[in-house]
């Protein structure tokens, strides 16, 4: 044997041997890789870049609100919907379509929407079966008992009652913040009916039931009703009767042109809304249904 191919034998990577010498590593023939020294620094470039100071917060002013969330705040739409109208052009302040994303607004702004004036507050409508000796006016003498006193607990909203019931005078009445509603049912002509259970002094003849059924002329005015009845199992002096008007003293009238006199009133019915399981001097809210119902009434 030659001394050059002694050698070939002897030195490391020669052919003979593959090339290549194996790693102890049980995997076969990956190369092992060196773990990073904890001394190892991070390249100049890799750094983080200082972050950029914030901008300040800008102090928030309870007066005003974002326009979409006044919109929402109303009871009209969500303020996802609410963006959707402010960028068709469907939203005025102050009398100017705005259109701008995060607008904000005066509590003391006029708002429309859709052309009808809208308040930030939420709608709401709570129901009271009024007992005696409360009033509906706003200009009671200090200390006298008034309708809101009975409601002031319900809600933070700026409640106000829907029409007027004298002290006497018990029944249904309805509170609300929606000043739609208060005007729909305060104007002479409305289309929902409301029923009375009326107590007289004495009985109330046959003659005059019909009378009041064909209409009354009252202070130069023809009084209709929908329907006048004795109440079954009652006396002749408990008297039913069905009217549009939410105003008491049209009822009152109606028997005092004929020369009754009226005992009692009570509401026993508002627009579909009734006194069931609703105690005299208890209230509740609205269901949503009845939301609705009140509105297409």
Known sequence: MSRHQDNDKSRPGSARQGGYKKSSNSRGNAPVRKAPSKFTTKPEAAKEAPK????????????????????SNSGMCSRRDADIY?????VKVNGEVITEMGHRVKLTDVVQFDGVNITPEKKEYILLNK?????TAGDD?????NV??????????????????????????LFTNDTEIVQKFTVPNQRSSKVYQVTLDKNLKYEDLERIQKGLMIDDHKVFVEEI?????????EIGIKMKTSNVKVVRKIFEHLKYDV????????????????????????TEQEIINLKNS
Request: no cysteine; aromatic share 6%; charged share 25%.
């Open 52 to 71: 950029a100071p914030k901008s300040p917060k800008r102090p928030s002013n309870p007066d005003e609100m974002r326009l979409n969330r006044y919109i």
């Open 86 to 90: 402010i960028q068709s052009g469907n």
């Open 131 to 135: 007992p005696k000796n409360f009033s």
């Open 141 to 145: 003498a200090i200390g006298s008992a």
């Open 148 to 173: 809101l006193d009975l409601v002031k607990n319900a809600s933070k909203a700026n409640l106000i009652p829907v029409g007027r019931m004298d002290k006497t005078t018990t029944g249904l009445l």
């Open 229 to 237: 009845t004795y109440i079954e199992d009652q006396p002749k002096s």
């Open 263 to 286: 005992l009692k009133v009570d509401r026993v019915t508002f627009a579909g809304l009734t006194k069931k399981n609703l105690p005299r001097g208890d209230w509740r809210f609205l």
